[in-house]
T-cell receptor
Framework: EDKVVQSPLSLVVHEGDTVTLNCSYE??????LLWYKQEKKAPTFLFML????IEKKSGRLSSILDKKELFSILNITATQTGDSAIYLC????????????FGGGTRLMVKP | DSGVTQTPKHLITATGQRVTLRCSPR?????VYWYQQSLDQGLQFLIQ???????AKGNILERFSAQQFPDLHSELNLSSLELGDSALYFC???????????FGQGTRLTVV
């Protein structure tokens, strides 16, 4: 059974801080790893990673995948209160259509 | 706005009843996914369709069924509802199975 574990479970920081969110996974036939941000309702897509060692960047957010050690990190620099959300990590399995297995999420709170 | 439309947004129904949730994928997307999110279980994959055909099945109860129609919209049918079926039900869509999935705003189902 595929498994995704995220850490920490929750994090409280102040505006301007840098945070690193962790995601480790076990999957029988890796297709991709995705990061989503969930505020009130719908998860919104951040990154999809398929290759090891290639950093993906979007503004203050960046992510990298290590397929040898089976983990990914999501970095957020110069955090803002609008970054407060639950960050979800998911892995896709090549054996099962494009089924995503999600981790439990990291709840980030950014204080002014 | 992800472009994925789900209706209704909220639904309150009694135990034993049957409901239908509807999803219109983003324009051009061929694949539709259904997920259930409850407080204690996180996001759980239910089922995936690709261009009308079932592609992957998760831990979907026998009381639940889904289909994708020729115009690519999808419906999730939940029958003999129980209190434990109360959850947020998300639909997501992707262009192919190798591209990222975008989520709709969800339908919040409350079974009383």
């Amino acid at each position: 059974e595929d498994k995704v574990v995220q850490s920490p479970l929750s994090l409280v920081v102040h505006e301007g801080d840098t945070v690193t969110l962790n995601c480790s996974y076990e999957v029988t036939n890796f297709r991709s790893l995705l990061w989503y941000k969930q505020e009130k309702k719908a998860p919104t897509f951040l990154f999809m990673l398929t290759s090891s060692g290639i950093e993906k960047k979007s503004g203050r957010l960046s992510s990298i995948l290590d397929k040898k050690e089976l983990f990914s990190i999501l970095n957020i620099t110069a955090t803002q209160t609008g970054d407060s959300a639950i960050y979800l990590c998911a892995v896709g399995n090549n054996n099962a259509g494009n089924m995503l297995t999600f981790g439990g999420g990291t709840r980030l709170m950014v204080k002014p | 706005d992800s472009g994925v439309t789900q209706t209704p947004k909220h639904l309150i129904t009694a135990t034993g009843q049957r409901v239908t949730l509807r999803c219109s994928p983003r324009s051009g997307d061929l694949s539709v996914y259904w997920y259930q999110q409850s407080l204690d279980q996180g996001l759980q994959f239910l089922i995936q369709y690709y261009n009308g055909e079932e592609r992957a099945k998760g831990n979907i109860l026998e009381r639940f069924s889904a289909q994708q129609f020729p115009d690519l919209h999808s419906e999730l049918n939940l029958s003999s509802l129980e209190l434990g079926d109360s959850a947020l039900y998300f639909c997501a869509s992707s262009w192919t199975e190798n591209t990222e999935a975008f989520f709709g705003q969800g339908t919040r189902l409350t079974v009383v």
